[in-house]
């Protein structure tokens, strides 16, 4: 069975910076695309940055040129590192993956992290 487990968030003062890590175990013979989406209370699930397994990587507008997101492929595992954090940044942050399981490719969420900027 697949897992997204997500580490990282926390608290932190505007201006400041977390690293998100979500690593993906199990039954998983490649990945495509990892990633991270967010949600705020109140508001719908947006896209915060991408990378696949080869080509460019994608960023939300909103995070361009704060955030990198980067992936160790030997360990499955994807990073978010967000600096110049903002209290808009609030929110649940959730690693996305698409991945082969042997059996077709699927889409896998982790749990959230939660993530709050202070003023």
């Known amino acids: 069975q697949v897992q997204l487990v997500e580490s990282g968030g926390g608290l932190v003062q505007a201006g400041g910076s977390l690293r998100l890590s979500c690593a993906a175990t199990g039954r998983i013979f490649s990945i495509d695309v990892m990633g991270w989406y967010r949600q705020a209370p109140g508001k719908q699930r947006e896209l915060v940055a991408a990378?696949?397994?080869?080509?460019?990587?994608t960023y939300g507008d909103s995070v361009k040129g704060r955030f990198t997101i980067s992936r160790d492929n030997a360990k499955n595992t994807v990073y978010l590192q967000m600096n110049s954090l903002k209290p808009e940044d609030t929110a649940v942050f959730y690693c996305?993956?698409?991945?082969?399981?042997?059996?077709?490719?699927?889409?896998?969420w982790g749990q959230g992290t939660q993530v709050t900027v202070s003023s």
């Open positions: 990378i696949p397994s080869g080509g460019s990587t």
């Open positions: 996305y993956a698409r991945l082969y399981d042997g059996l077709a490719y699927k889409n896998y």
